[in-house]
């Protein structure tokens, strides 16, 4: 990008079909690993997915993370070593944090499989601070009615996590964090305040353009540091808007475990290998097995 251009980098994502849905991925990149604490971004769907089909993510682990779930449409049954059973529908957050290991699945309702399920969301994982990587894992529910709505002018802002458009978040934080859904209509404008230190939007659908610079569907587009770029809308849009301050140093990532020290994540490897990790109570008859090489993730 040149000087005068609001945009850092606009990372375009590796799309995975799961069979019956495709998952966009961003974050992690080989251009940007981290966005503030945010290390891994999925755009989940939109699918809709046969009668009696659904999505079943069985049993797999986490260490030194925090997982952040939020839907735009359906639901998803949550589970986890800790004995949480949720359910998520739009507009709400599931937060958990690994710490110092969990387990968990993510399985379609039986009610949205009676219907066939739909599929919408985002799904991110944000990097613990060093401090606190090793902390005990906690399971977090928001409903959405809980969280602040920011409108005017042909804007809505759904406040995620973090503080910021005159309002904040109940959210926990583990490490500043910025994370809100905006809805545009046709014509609506937003001028994006230094609400974090790194800063990035994702156009989900529509059209969008910051500063005159268009965005394209599906790019996690970095903001430049310090700027108060005006994001725009012609037609409407649906976008994310993600980051915090920098993180404490890099991060190591493997299939589903993230660390800033390399030999945290192999002992992840051989515990799991070995069964030491608990798994969720009532969904512990199958677990997914730890690969050889992961095929999605692995960085750096």
């Known amino acids: 990008m040149n000087n005068d251009s609001p945009i850092l980098m606009s990372l375009a994502p590796v799309s995975h079909d799961l069979g019956g849905f495709k998952v966009h991925r961003t974050l992690p990149h080989k251009q940007r690993t981290m966005v503030g604490p945010f290390i891994f971004f999925d755009q989940m769907g939109p699918a809709r997915l046969g009668v009696d089909e659904g999505i079943d993510v069985r049993p797999h682990p986490h260490i030194n993370l925090a997982t952040v779930t939020y839907l735009f449409r359906g639901a998803i049954d949550h589970r986890d070593s800790l004995g949480t059973v949720q359910r ?146 012609e037609r409407g849009a649906r976008l994310m808007l993600c980051g915090g301050a920098p993180m404490d140093g890099e991060r190591h990532v493997w299939w589903n475990f993230v660390s800033s020290r390399r030999d945290r994540i192999q002992e992840a490897k051989r515990a799991w290998k070995a069964g030491e990790f608990a798994l969720p109570p009532g969904d512990d008859a199958e677990w997914i097995p730890i690969p050889e090489v992961p095929k999605t993730v692995s960085y750096p």
């Open 88 to 233: 998520i529908e739009p507009g709400a957050v599931n937060l958990m944090t690994a710490g110092r290991g969990i387990s968990h699945s993510e399985r379609s309702p039986a009610d949205e499989r009676a219907a066939g399920p739909v599929l919408d969301g985002i799904q991110t994982w944000l990097a613990l601070p060093s401090a606190h990587e090793e902390v005990d894992p906690s399971f977090e529910h928001v409903g959405a009615d809980r969280l602040p709505w920011i409108e005017g002018d042909g804007v809505r802002v759904n406040l995620i996590m973090g503080e910021a458009f005159g309002a904040a978040s109940p959210v926990t934080q583990h490490h500043p964090t910025l994370y809100a859904a905006l809805h545009l209509a046709p014509g609506a404008a937003l001028e994006l305040e230094r609400e974090a230190d790194e800063r990035a939007l994702y156009l989900l659908d529509g059209d969008a353009a910051v500063d005159g610079f268009a965005l394209e569907p599906m790019h996690l587009v970095l903001l430049a540091p310090g700027t108060r770029p005006v994001l725009r809308s």
